[in-house]
């Protein structure tokens, strides 16, 4: 890593070291001035300039700005000044070039949606979004933060439409993105990330519902992009599709989300400091209703004698024992216990989680020069027992007009996360997997009081199946820990006064170190118990180096007519590395070091390499400010594909047309804006690396001495190609009542063919799969965002309110000949699939069997409810997303709330599953209420031999034992309202934040996910253990955090 | 254009030829896997197979969760669904059919090929005798299974969606190919697998000796459908060159190397899992003649350790969980000392599976003995008969000769001869495949004995399964091949019988 640290470095040395031109004195024409919004308070970082010349400048944090316009350029003539901000309504003024020293003041309006003004878009060109004919929408820092969350990406929910956004609860956790749906079905859906114009990984490392995960022990180690830190953000870009993203190549096809840091500024010799800091209480926000009437055990009994089967149904992990009604009952906790419930005793497993945060920065410069340092901490305590978390970041980044002609700059960021006894999850290795099961009468202080029994050895409830949820979170220390660098450094020249080149390199460098150590004694796979403990130790590496070359274009051909353009190279490399030392037998107790490895440790590695080579361009026109036609080219050469497929090209074109500049009599005090965009786009996408040959896989352990290889189970295609994805656009977007209400809609259509499929083929060919280029995905919807400002007093008082709404339809349209389906995944027998003519991402499972004449379910002469023949029982795509936001400000007070709303979409729930088979959740009452047999359950339905009405009775027990993998009855609607942002801010008095040596200080209260309402019981409906395609079903995820605390912010 | 300006364009255009001057050849090099080869040693490759084949039939799912339940060889405590029959679901058993075409038998396969290729008899020959072995377990457990078609997804005519053969033809095939695994071992060559070999070391005489007698035990499986074949094929086996075990010494043998990571199944299973006891039926059948075995086989009960006793199959989990203390838990031998519910002694981790022993060959000829077929004589029944029991016990350690006496003159077990001699060679073959849950099923299948066989109280079906459902992955991926076997076969259920299992009525132990 060190190496490419120094190339890194060595980049933004040369590019400092290039340029020794020193500049020549010149009679400019000086513009200068200050912006401020509508309260007269002073504006930063407003762009203010002569789009026509390519000259300008942002206002510093006073709001002043300044530029000069070389002598000779357009002197004498007038000029169109134009101050923009994002999230205020842009300003144009008309000046005369005068070789002189012009004054323009501004006054910006707000506007709750952005329709004109200045936007970062693909490569991170700043362009104007009028002229925009694609999809994208821009995000800045203020509404960004408006809350604080460990993620930036969740901080991005419900506010972008089209965006989908799932957490993981897990603190630290993979938070799962798709826009516009899911193009690739096996391969990567996420969307690109990119900082200041290098890529970054937003690689994870995620556990499943089944948990099943050897290495790591089953857990989520979340989304890589959760580095960023949020308050260094400047501003955030969703290109929603392969048309706005075209340029970025092969990872476009999902979209691109163009992150910006904050830059330092010209500050006339002071220091800005910016401060924030943060403390929040979080709390699961959903935990399981439980049954409180009947303790452990099975057909009414139980008496602990060894909790693991030798006295009555102890080893039982489920609750359907006697009634909990004070009856002394041995138990794990003694002889001769009272039996009685404890109903809290799952809530009373979780802390109290603390979360503090606080950024530092620091910016100044002058003209030439300008640099930020932000240096920011956070430290959460998790809900669960004994779990931490620790990142600290540093950015330093700075720009350096070296010449008039020749400016460079570079950015730094460094960021170390540390995670202590992260949960496990799902069914397998999962903290609160127990708790789906566990005996109602178990008091949790005895476990939290002891670990250990007298002779050391765990102590638990339970000895069959689980171990004490303290010994997890104590006893088996699990640590990882992330360094990353993110560096880019980048010199321009201006070759001509309309043409630039640029000089770029990045790279996205980090590793990743996983511990985990097993006491001994730790039930399940990870220890033998002929053995002292076990562990398991990981080490990631990934990089990921982009060289870019760029020229770009930007003149102004005639009066009438802008032209841009774009020429550029890029070069990516990306290496991935993974070593595995694992035992599950140590000998000597409590150390944790390969050199004490009793059993073999198994050893792996996996490394792997990929480039891409690439050549693009761009060209745009726009006439009259009006019309904007743009086309993009890029062709790209990977390594992943063989020679002759490895090679293609995709073009995409877009059309801008302002109708209110067009035909300016249709502007009205109603009408202000309104324009009609669309655009065509192709994206192709490689494959993964060494796809291209079967091979031989070695096991590290030898049987005895003896070395082992088995072959591969996928036949490799030698002669893949690109995946591609086709995508069409239009929409519109209408300014209404100068800004007051805007709408922004898009529909769009795409569809993703020649995919790369491991095709399941069947097994007695000696392989499980082959891999194939075949299938169709398509996906067709809508977006729409509105923004209307309802109230705007004169007193003060504002309301502002927007609304995010998108509605994805993905279809299969086409499989591999006879092929029906592709499993994404599974658990419990049911599925989740591809399948052909149907939406992407169906829930497959049991149903109940129905009469086909009445449609009544169906009962054996038993009683049990008859399981029908498989088919399909969901959809795990929502029918709709959607946020709104309010905003209310008086005076000091800022009042904002968010709601985030996902409709439709089902998820087959294995925790109310469980919950049920064990007796443990208050669904599972059902047939128990008065008495453990009496009534009991006679399920309404028919008998299927005799086809007359069921009369034959269960016990509860038996009949929620009967429900096991009957999957219809646990598919559950996905819909769910969260009241995902609140916040109260307060504006300190102008003199108290001068006496701090600053413009504004704010204080807030803040919450997030106070509220949620959903359809399902007992879980968080919102989940995701992984960023892969198998989504839909969960098993005791984690609760996403209800978190409520302050904010302090200091602007400088 | 000053010489400064010149310079400046000449390194970025320097630049920019660094960027793109990356020729085809140099970047699909980089797509070359660094982790694993597209050859490995065939050795290699053949140890693999074996402790995969191995491990899966003799190991624990197919067996202790499967065969050893529905031939009461065992029963469950605790959570019994898969001796109620509930987890012999067509997904639950799926991997039994389908990972060992993908592991063990496509390995195997190269090594055959590569072996033949490189005209190394010593290399092909033993791994087709393995093969054939895998796919007797796999045929035995679902009937018609893909064969002739098998194992060719990555040729250059590659067969994704193999047909499914006859049983009949399976064995065909599995008998040929063991006729000429020793016939091709004659002449052996020299270079042979070695110590790559971890169950005769590579000898070509030990492979020959092993695919003869594995070639007595798939004819005899014949003997009610087809008994002219069976007699053919046996006397074939049984005169077969290089000839057939001659004592315990020549017995198949996997012994596992028990270093944690590689553990005899059985040991590695109840490390951590307390389920299993003695099923009632192998208890008491070998209580009834004071079986010295029993020690071994099992461990006296909790409750009185003066007692051994076995529990019966298939209880409702209320029920079963009060045998918990009360019934035999599996030999000592069976456990790795420590488990995470208590002590056990014993070096389970490294006790050797017994794949194919002279006990069994025994058996077999006295049964041909007393069918008096290829070529031996009723008469001869009685010596094989008690030479199988006999090298039984010394398998299992039992070696002290009075013992073994005493055993044998037991009025349940002394021969009979005729048909009530069929019953106890069939009867004493069920108790000596103890731990070799999928060919005792087999026996019992094609002799009916032990008889009396009844699924438990609490079972999903009313009869004992006569086989295993076909792999759901099958349904989806081979679906017009698996519904023309199904349609020709039988109903995919746990019902329907094997081809040698369909006339009941002409074997002379049925009744």
Redesign the interface.
């Known amino acids: 890593m060190a190496r490419r640290i120094t190339y890194v470095l060595a980049s933004a040395v040369f590019v400092l070291a290039?340029s020794t031109h020193a500049a020549r004195a010149q009679e400019p024409t000086r513009v200068q001035g200050l912006v401020t919004n509508d309260n007269r308070q002073p504006l930063s970082g407003v762009s203010v300039g002569i789009a026509a010349l390519g000259v300008g400048a942002f206002t510093g944090d006073d709001g002043r700005y300044s530029f000069t316009i070389p002598a000779g350029r357009g002197t004498g003539q007038p000029a169109t000044l134009t101050a923009r901000r994002i999230g205020f309504q842009p300003v144009n003024a008309t000046i005369n070039l005068s070789a002189t020293t012009i004054t323009k003041d501004f006054i910006l309006g707000s506007s709750p949606t952005q329709l004109e003004g200045v936007v970062v878009t693909a490569l991170g060109i700043t362009r104007e979004k009028s002229q925009l004919g694609t999809a994208m929408q821009q995000v800045d820092a203020a509404e960004l933060n408006r809350t604080k969350d460990q993620s930036i990406v969740n901080q991005l929910a419900g506010k972008v439409s089209g965006l989908n956004v799932t957490g993981s609860g897990t603190q630290g956790g993979s938070t799962k993105l798709t826009i516009r749906g899911t193009n690739s079905i096996l391969g990567n859906n996420n969307p690109l990330f990119v900082v200041d114009g290098v890529p970054v990984s937003n690689a994870a490392r995620s556990g499943s519902p089944n948990g099943g995960n050897a290495t790591t022990g089953g857990m989520d180690f979340g989304s890589a992009v959760n580095d960023i830190n949020p308050d260094d953000v400047e501003s955030i870009s969703v290109l929603k599709g392969p048309n706005a993203a075209a340029l970025y190549g092969a990872r476009a096809s999902n979209g691109v989300i163009v992150i910006t840091t904050k830059k330092g500024r010209a500050t006339q010799g002071r220091v800005g400091t910016e401060f924030s800091a943060n403390y929040s209480w979080d709390s699961p926000s959903i935990l399981p209703e439980y049954q409180n009437a009947y303790g452990q055990g099975?057909?009414g009994?139980f008496k602990f004698v060894?909790g693991?089967?030798?006295g009555?149904?102890d080893?039982?992990d489920e609750s359907w024992g006697p009634k909990l009604d004070g009856r002394l009952i041995d138990q794990f906790s003694g002889a001769a216990q009272p039996w009685v419930a404890n109903p809290d005793n799952v809530k009373d497993f979780f802390d109290g989680g603390h979360t503090m945060s606080g950024n530092l920065a620091f910016r100044g410069g002058t003209d030439r020069a300008n640099a930020r340092l932000s240096l920011g901490a956070e430290n959460v305590q998790g809900y669960i027992p004994n779990n931490k978390f620790q990142k600290i970041s540093g950015l330093l980044s700075g720009t350096m007009q070296v010449t008039p002609k020749f400016s460079a700059d570079a950015t730094l960021q460094y960021i170390n996360n540390d995670a202590r006894n992260r949960p496990g999850v799902g069914y397998n290795t999962g903290i609160l997997e127990q708790f789906i099961w566990f005996g109602r009468q178990v008091n949790m202080d005895q476990l939290k009081a002891k670990r250990f029994d007298e002779n050391g050895d765990l102590y638990n409830w339970n000895?069959?199946y689980h171990n004490n949820p303290y010994w997890i979170q104590f006893e088996n220390p699990e640590a990882d820990e992330r360094d990353r660098f993110i560096g880019v450094a980048s010199a321009r020249?201006s070759i001509l006064p309309w043409l630039d080149?640029t000089?770029r390199g990045g790279s996205d460098i980090y590793a990743l170190d996983i511990s985990q150590q097993f006491a001994k004694?730790n039930?399940?796979?990870s220890v033998?118990?002929?053995?002292a403990g076990g562990f398991a130790y990981t080490t990631d590496s990934r990089s990921e180096t982009n060289?870019?070359?760029l020229l770009t274009a930007n003149r102004q051909v005639t009066s009438k007519l802008d032209m841009n353009g774009t020429f550029g190279?890029?070069?990516r490399s990306e290496t991935f590395s993974s070593k595995i030392q694992q035992?599950?037998?140590i000998s000597v107790p409590l150390i944790y070091n390969v050199s004490n490895a009793?059993?073999?440790p198994?050893l792996a590695?996996?490394?792997?390499?990929?480039?891409v080579?690439s050549?693009f361009g761009s060209a745009s026109g726009t006439y009259g400010g009006w019309v904007t036609l743009e086309g993009t080219i890029r062709n790209d050469?990977?390594?992943?594909l063989?020679?002759g497929e490895?090679?293609y090209v995709y073009p995409s074109g877009n059309l801008s047309f302002v109708l209110t500049e067009a035909f300016p009599s249709l502007r009205s005090n109603t009408l202000s804006f309104a324009k009609l965009r669309g655009s065509v786009a192709r994206v192709g996408t490689d494959a993964d690396?060494?796809s291209?040959?079967?091979?031989?896989?070695?096991?590290s352990?030898?049987?005895?001495?003896?070395?082992?290889?088995?072959?591969?189970?996928t036949?490799a295609n030698a002669d893949l190609k690109p995946e591609l994805t086709t995508s069409t656009e239009a929409g519109f977007e209408l300014g209404f009542f100068n800004g007051r209400l805007s709408v922004d809609a898009t529909y769009y259509q795409k569809t993703t063919d020649n995919q790369i499929l491991n095709l399941?083929?069947?097994?007695?060919?000696?392989?499980?799969s082959?891999a194939i280029n075949a299938g169709e995905i398509e996906n067709k919807g809508w977006e729409v965002l509105l923004g209307a400002t309802p109230v705007r007093l004169g007193n003060g008082f504002e309301w502002t309110t927007s609304v995010t709404w998108a509605r994805n339809r993905g279809r299969v349209n086409e499989l591999s000949g006879?092929l029906?389906?592709v499993t994404l995944g599974s658990a419990w027998?049911a599925t989740v699939e591809a399948r052909l003519n149907e939406p992407y991402g169906v829930i497959r499972g049991l149903p109940y069997a129905r009469d086909s004449a009445s449609g009544q379910i169906l009962t054996d002469d038993d009683g049990y409810p008859a399981f029908g023949a498989r088919r399909v029982l969901g959809n795990i795509q929502p029918d709709w997303t959607g946020g709104w936001s309010n905003t209310f400000s008086y005076k000091r007070f800022v009042v904002s709330a968010l709601l985030d709303v996902r409709q439709g979409g089902d998820i087959f729930s294995i925790s109310n599953m469980f919950g049920q088979y064990a007796g443990v959740f208050k669904e599972s009452m059902y047939g128990r209420e008065v008495d453990f047999d009496d009534p009991g359950v006679t399920f309404r339905g028919l008998n299927e031999n005799t086809g007359q009405p069921n009369t034959a009775t269960l016990t509860s027990e038996e009949f929620h034992h009967g429900l096991f993998q009957l999957h219809e009855a646990f598919v559950y609607d996905n819909s769910y309202v969260k009241l995902r942002e609140l916040r109260v801010g307060y504006d300190l008095p102008a003199n108290w934040a001068a006496r701090l040596n600053s413009r504004a200080v704010n204080l807030a209260f803040v919450g997030r996910n106070l509220f949620t309402s959903a359809n399902i019981p007992n879980i968080d409906p919102e989940f995701s253990y992984t960023t892969g395609n198998f989504q839909g079903m969960e098993f005791a995820p984690l609760p996403n955090a209800r978190s409520f605390g302050f904010n302090l912010r200091i602007t400088p | 254009m000053t010489a400064q300006t010149t310079l400046r364009y000449l390194s970025g255009l320097g630049l920019v030829a660094a960027i793109a001057g990356c020729d085809a050849d140099a970047i699909t090099k980089v797509n070359e896997n660094p982790n694993s080869p597209t050859n490995a040693p065939a050795g290699a490759v053949f140890t693999n197979a074996v402790q995969s084949g191995i491990g899966r039939y003799l190991g624990w799912n197919y067996n202790g969760r499967g065969a050893a339940l529905v031939i009461q060889h065992l029963a469950e405590t605790q959570y019994p669904d898969d001796d109620q029959y509930k987890l012999f679901d067509a997904n639950s058993t799926s991997g039994y059919f389908n990972t060992p075409y993908t592991s063990e038998l496509e390995d195997l396969q190269k090594v055959i090929e590569s072996g033949t290729e490189d005209e190394r008899p010593a290399v092909a020959a033993p791994a087709l005798a393995l093969q054939t072995l895998i796919f007797q377990y796999i045929t035995d457990t679902f009937g018609d299974i893909p064969y002739s078609e098998a194992l060719k997804g990555d040729g250059e005519e590659a067969i994704l969606q193999p047909k499914y053969d006859l049983q009949k033809d399976v064995y065909a095939g599995l008998l040929a190919s063991l006729t000429k695994a020793a016939a091709d071992l004659a002449n052996p060559g020299a270079v042979t697998l070695g110590s790559a070999d971890p169950i005769y070391s590579g000898s070509p005489a030990s492979w020959q000796r092993f695919a003869n007698t594995l070639h007595a035990r798939l004819a005899l499986r014949l003997i009610n459908v087809d008994p002219t074949t069976a007699a053919t094929e046996l006397q074939k086996a049984l005169t077969g060159p290089g000839g057939v075990f001659r004592s315990n010494a020549d017995n198949a043998t996997m012994r596992w190397p028990g270093d944690g990571a590689f553990n005899n199944p059985w040991a590695d299973n109840f490390k951590s899992r307390d389920d299993h006891r003695l099923s009632q039926s192998l208890m008491n059948a070998m209580l009834a003649n004071s079986d010295p075995r029993i020690p071994i086989y099992a461990q006296p009960t909790v409750s009185d350790p003066t007692k051994y006793a076995g529990m019966p199959n298939g209880l409702s989990a209320t029920a079963a969980a009060t045998w918990f203390n009360t019934s035999s838990r599996p030999g000592a031998v069976f456990y790795p000392g420590a488990t995470a519910y208590g002590f056990y002694g014993g070096t389970g981790a490294s006790f050797p599976q017994q794949i194919l022993t002279y006990a069994e060959l025994q058996f077999i000829r006295a049964e041909v003995a007393n069918r008096g077929i290829a070529g031996l004589t009723a008469g001869q029944a009685q010596g094989f008969y008690n030479d199988a029991i006999t090298a039984s016990l010394n398998q299992w350690g039992v070696t002290n000769a009075g013992a073994i006496a005493a055993f044998l003159a037991q009025p349940g077990v002394a021969y009979k001869g005729g048909l009530d001699g069929l019953k106890q060679i069939a009867t004493q073959k069920w108790i000596a495949l103890y731990t070799d849950g999928g060919n005792a099923w087999a026996e019992w299948r094609r002799t009916c004995q032990p008889a009396g066989l009844v699924p438990g109280p609490a079972a999903v079906v009313n009869y004992i399964p006569r086989r295993f459902r076909y792999s759901t992955t099958e349904t989806s991926a081979n679906t017009e091949n698996l519904a023309a076997a199904v349609a020709r076969q039988g109903p995919d259920n746990l019902g329907t019988r094997m081809y040698w299992d369909t006339k009941p009525t002409a074997a002379p132990t049925c009744s």
Do not use: E, H
Not at chain 1, 605 to 611: G, L, M, S
Not at chain 1, 760 to 768: D, E, H, L, Q, Y
């Open positions: 290039a099975f057909g009994d060894d693991a089967g030798g009555v149904n080893g039982a000895y069959n020249y080149a000089v004694g039930l399940n796979w033998d118990p002929s053995y060289i870019d070359f190279l890029n070069r035992t599950n037998g009793a059993i073999t198994t590695q996996n490394d792997t390499r990929r480039r080579n050549v050469i990977s390594s992943t063989p020679i490895n090679s690396p060494y291209l040959q079967t091979t031989y896989a070695g096991d352990r030898k049987f005895g001495a003896l070395p082992l290889f088995g072959l591969g189970n036949i399941t083929v069947s097994p007695t060919s000696g392989f499980t082959v006879s029906q389906t027998g």
